[in-house]
């Protein structure tokens, strides 16, 4: 499978991890699914504000 159905399938599984989902909504982003990137990373930051590429999810989020 490919990069977005693993990670889709790792989020299914540790919906909570809040890295899986800045990786999956940068793969979204990637496939031309902006609107549902965007919408899980801001659910992701709400989360948890500081995880460990929160910075990175945050610069990209001003990018888009």
Do not use: M
Not at 16 to 39: C, E, F
Not at 43 to 56: I, M, R, S, V, Y
């Amino acid at each position: 499978p490919g990069a977005l159905a693993v990670l889709r399938r790792a989020h299914d599984l540790n919906a909570g991890n809040p890295l899986i989902s800045y990786h999956l909504a940068v793969a979204l982003d990637a496939n031309g699914q902006r609107a549902a990137a965007k919408t899980l990373l801001q659910a992701a930051l709400a989360k948890n504000p500081n995880f460990d590429d929160a910075g990175e999810a945050r610069q990209v989020l001003s990018r888009w």
